[in-house]
C-alpha cells in the first residue's frame, strides 16, 4: 500500500448524496484497502445513523476526524514560477518518488508550522508512524509517514528539500537541462561528441541525488 497519498474531501455525504453547504460540520473516516487508503466523507445526519454501526471497530479502520466544510476557491492564475513547499508537497505525494519520502515529511512539517495543514491524526502501521494532515480550506488529505532517521539522516533530508524548491523534480529539467548544456558546449562538442554528449547526460542528476 503506498502511505503517501492525497485524499480529497467530498463535496457530497457519501451516504445521503446531499451536496455539503459552505460552513457545514461533516466527518472524515479514513479506512486502509488492498492497495490504497480508502476515505468516506459524511454529514451530521448521517454521521449519527453510521456512528450506531461503530465503524471503528471495522478491521480496516484507520481514523476519524470531523471538520466543517469550506467551498472551494476559484482556481489560481497559472504561473511560471518556483515551486512552493505545498506544489512540491502535491508534486511528491501524487505520484510514486520513494527516494523522496524524508522530503514529504519535512515539507508537511514546514506547512504545519505556517498553518496550511493541520495534523488530524496519527496512527501506526507496520511499526511505522503515519500522520494524517489535512488541509483546511481544500478539504485535502495527506499520509505522510515519519522518516527513519538511521536510513535518512536529516542532513540528508533538507539537503533534498532546499535542493527540490530550488531545482524542482528531476523529470521536469530532464527534457532541456542537457539541451541548454550542449548548447553552451557545442565548440567543445565538435571537438569531442562523445566526451560532451557524457557531461550533458549526467550534469544534472548527481546534485540531486548526493
Given amino acids: ?9 467530498s463535496r ?7 451536496p455539503f453547504e459552505d460552513g457545514a460540520p461533516y466527518h472524515s473516516l479514513l479506512f486502509a484497502t488492498k492497495h490504497e487508503l480508502q476515505r468516506k466523507d ?5 454521521w449519527t445513523q453510521h456512528q ?28 511560471i514560477q518556483r515551486d512552493t ?13 520513494p ?7 519535512i515539507l508537511a512539517v514546514m506547512l504545519e508550522r ?21 488541509h483546511p480550506k481544500s478539504g485535502d488529505v495527506f499520509t505522510i509517514a515519519e522518516p527513519d532517521l538511521n536510513q535518512d539522516p536529516l542532513e540528508k533530508i533538507q539537503k533534498d528539500v532546499t535542493l527540490l524548491m530550488e531545482q524542482g ?24 561528441e562523445e566526451g560532451a554528449s557524457s557531461d550533458s547526460e549526467t550534469s544534472v542528476t548527481p546534485a540531486l541525488h548526493e
Fill in 12 to 18: 457530497s455525504c457519501v451516504a445521503c448524496e446531499q
Fill in 42 to 46: 459524511l454529514c451530521q445526519p448521517c
Fill in 99 to 105: 527516494q523522496y519520502k524524508g522530503a514529504q515529511y
Fill in 114 to 134: 505556517k498553518r496550511i495543514l493541520k495534523v488530524q491524526d496519527q496512527f501506526k502501521q507496520d511499526g511505522q508512524r503515519i500522520f494524517v494532515y489535512e
Fill in 1 to 9: 500500500m503506498n502511505d503517501w497519498n492525497i485524499q480529497s474531501r
Fill in 52 to 79: 450506531e454501526q461503530k465503524p471503528e471497530s471495522s478491521e480496516n479502520y484507520l481514523s476519524h476526524w470531523q471538520g466543517r466544510f469550506q467551498s472551494p476557491p476559484p482556481p489560481a492564475p497559472e504561473a
Fill in 169 to 192: 523534480l528531476p523529470m521536469e529539467d530532464a527534457e532541456t537541462t542537457p539541451k541548454e548544456d550542449a548548447n553552451r558546449d557545442s565548440i567543445e562538442a565538435e571537438e569531442a
Fill in 85 to 97: 513547499a505545498e506544489t512540491l508537497l502535491r508534486k511528491l505525494t501524487s505520484e510514486d518518488f
